[in-house]
T-cell receptor, first 115, second 114 residues
Framework: GESVGLHLPTLSVQEGDNSIINCAYS??????FIWYKQESGKGPQFIIDIRSNMDKRQGQRVTVLLNKTVKHLSLQIAATQPGDSAVYFCAENMWGSSNTGKLIFGQGTTLQVKP | GAGVSQTPSNKVTEKGKYVELRCDPI?????LYWYRQSLGQGPEFLIY????????DSGLPNDRFFAVRPEGSVSTLKIQRTERGDSAVYLC????????????FGPGTRLLVL
């Protein structure tokens, strides 16, 4: 069935190191993927997205990689800062086959940045 | 500009009561979404509006849940005969409405059913 999952529930990194958060998705019909950051008590905040016709996209200090062969998505954060501490969710959408904007979210990975 | 706003920010009610949760999307956004997030979980889709109409309501858990968007802007999520299991954060998001457009989320309404 439809599912988006994350490999690790918690990731702890040292300030200044790079972080890699992974996500596995199961629906090969998904054609749009998004990473959100959620701080305690707040709504999800958009970080970066990628469409299925791409395998890499870069933003400010963040890179998303998409491997459709193994249905894997990752978020790389360069020079991790204390302000990056939050829960990170990947989400998928199947616009092409379902004509709906509904997002399917994974359970989330908690990123803890140690000073 | 202003983001998505939701009111109230917190709502405590008793089992069996009726509640309404409001969402004000980003101005000009034609698409509006409701999600529900339980503690420690990712958001779960409830319903998607394109303009005034519900384009996808496949996520509504049962007929106690209903949502409207009469003028294509503000939306209200209505829950009848609330149950303790309805306790969650209810999130609203909006987008400009095109295919694969970014969904921007509001801060959510924290609903607690006693």
């Amino acid at each position: 069935g439809e599912s988006v999952g994350l490999h690790l529930p918690t990731l702890s990194v040292q300030e200044g190191d790079n972080s890699i958060i992974n996500c596995a998705y199961s629906n090969s019909a998904s054609d749009y993927f998004i990473w959100y950051k959620q701080e305690s008590g707040k709504g999800p905040q958009f970080i970066i997205d990628i469409r299925s016709n791409m395998d890499k996209r870069q933003g400010q200090r963040v890179t998303v990689l998409l491997n459709k062969t193994v249905k894997h998505l990752s978020l790389q954060i360069a020079a991790t800062q204390p302000g990056d501490s939050a829960v990170y969710f990947c989400a998928e959408n199947m616009w092409g086959s379902s004509n709906t904007g509904k997002l399917i979210f994974g359970q989330g990975t908690t990123l803890q940045v140690k000073p | 500009g202003a983001g998505v706003s939701q009111t109230p920010s917190n709502k405590v009610t008793e089992k069996g009561k009726y509640v309404e949760l409001r969402c004000d999307p980003i101005s000009g956004h034609t698409a509006l979404y409701w999600y529900r997030q339980s503690l420690g979980q990712g958001p779960e889709f409830l319903i998607y509006f394109q303009g005034t109409g519900a384009a996808d309501d496949s996520g509504l858990p049962n007929d106690r849940f209903f949502a409207v968007r009469p003028e294509g802007s503000v939306s209200t999520l209505k829950i009848q005969r609330t149950e303790r299991g309805d306790s969650a954060v209810y999130l609203c998001a909006s987008s400009s409405g095109g295919v694969q457009e970014t969904q921007y989320f509001g801060p959510g309404t924290r609903l607690l059913v006693l």
